[in-house]
């Protein structure tokens, strides 16, 4: 639902920040105090595109912030603002925001988030229907009408049926498609793909092979100075005139005599044999370290070679071997199909051929079902629009059958309506008058509300050229439509605005030598004054009809 609407700038509004409720809210007020304003600002921050002379003289630019509460939205929101960019939505509450300046610079928000226009209107869809002179009414749209259609019958199974069916068709299509081609690229596909698998496939890979590699080449590149090191470690030891060794043998000698003055200095001889002992280890293992070590040209070359080999195949095929090996896993299927191409085209025909008799049969079964259901529509709708001053008007349903099937079928829908008698039904779009198109909508809506999954509906000018019975029954649809729905009514007509659940009233006032438009939440007392006001006038029998109205 629609929680809060902030308006700055905007005609004659200079900033005004209103509170809603759920269920039915009417808006009265004299006729030029600004009511069309709250419309003109719903549409701007759904998308519709602004007009630069709407914003209030002697301010650069208008602002329009509206508060949704979400929680309850059957629309996959979250995933829509994952797609775009935005941020998601917190403790259900989604901000949308646009502001435009006289110069022309136009930004829009979602969740604080920078978006475009068309993704602003594209969310305002799912959130607010518009009846009025400036629509943004989705019930005008002849695949919304299928929609509807489809859903007042419960038809949710029989068309996925045909939705998949035609979504798999896509898919064997293009498979088809990949395979015929012409002769020439036909060769070079082939030529391609047998040179892709046959270069992995020789190189022989393992996809752990690498870091293995990369070690032995570093060895094998550094073979030479290992080895020049490793005898320069053995001649300090024990090869050279003044090797270690050789100096610990003189050492020892002295400790040996020292000992032989000082028993108590054994311990100092103890300690010359474990180092002498510590180094003559040390000499084997550089010994054995040197014959590991292998100065060969060629293995060096192998191993360099082999690892150009991997860095080669990881720059065309994939940045790891595992990747690399996955390509010519895929590369060997594709070439297989290209191989086997006649067969696999024979295959593909079939199975297309199969599924679009399924196709046709589940797209037959899914008109045949929606042409049971427009008795059933047309009906309801002609029941509820006797109620609103249309006794004689004409409600119908076109439905016409395409010879190509879409993820809906092969059916187009068309609301027809003829408000009176002796006149062609024509399509919703092409009535002139709102009051009748408003009228109308609010018939089906009263009809669909539990299929609707529009939270939000605002009706204008639904009761122009209305009076009496009429006007009570506008007044309860909007009250029956509004135990799903949040509704909102810009009124002139006291009987409806009496059926609100809460009442609203937009006055001017000139402040500082400028006129501004306020709009303030009405208690008992002031709904019956405004209500007399709109009877005629508060007078005493006025005030009492007033009462009336409310129910006492």
Known sequence: MLTTLR????????????????????ISGETGAGKSVILGALNLVLGQRADRSAIRTGADACTVEAGFDVAGLKAPLAAFLEANGLEPVEAGQLVLKRTFTSAGTNRQFINGSPTTLVTLAALGEWLVDLHGPHEHQSLLQPAKQLAILDA?????????????????RTELAAEKAALIVDERTYAQQLDLL?????????????ADEEPEVEAEFQRASNSARLLELTQAAQGVLGENDDAALTQLAALGRVLHDLQRLDPAASELGSTHDQAVSLLRDLQSDLSRYADKVDVDPVRLGEVEERLNLLHTLKRKYGSTLADVIAFADEAAMKLAALEGRDAEVVRLNAA????????????????????????KLVKAVAKELAALGFP???FDVKLESLTTVTTTGHDTCEFLFAPNPGEPARSLRAIASSGELARVMLALKTVLAAEDEVPVLVFDEVDANVGGETAHAVGQKMRQIAQQHQVLCITHLAPVAAAGDAHYVVSKEVVGGRTTSRISLLDHPQRIQELARMLGGATTASCKHAEELLGG
């Not at 047998?194 to 393992?206: D, M």
């Not at 196709?359 to 929606?370: C, I």
């Open 352 to 375: 297309i051929q199969k599924l679009e008799t399924e196709l046709t049969a589940a797209a037959k079964a899914l008109s045949a079902a929606r042409r049971k259901l427009i008795p």
């Open 194 to 206: 047998r040179f892709q698998v046959r270069e992995i496939v020789e190189a022989r890979l393992r």
């Open 152 to 168: 007042l019958g419960g038809l949710a199974s029989e068309r996925e049926a045909v939705a998949g069916r035609v979504r798999r």
């Open 392 to 394: 004689q008007g004409c």
């Open 7 to 26: 308006i700055k700038n905007l005609a004659l509004v200079a900033d005004l920040t209103l509170e809603l409720q759920s269920g039915f809210s009417a």
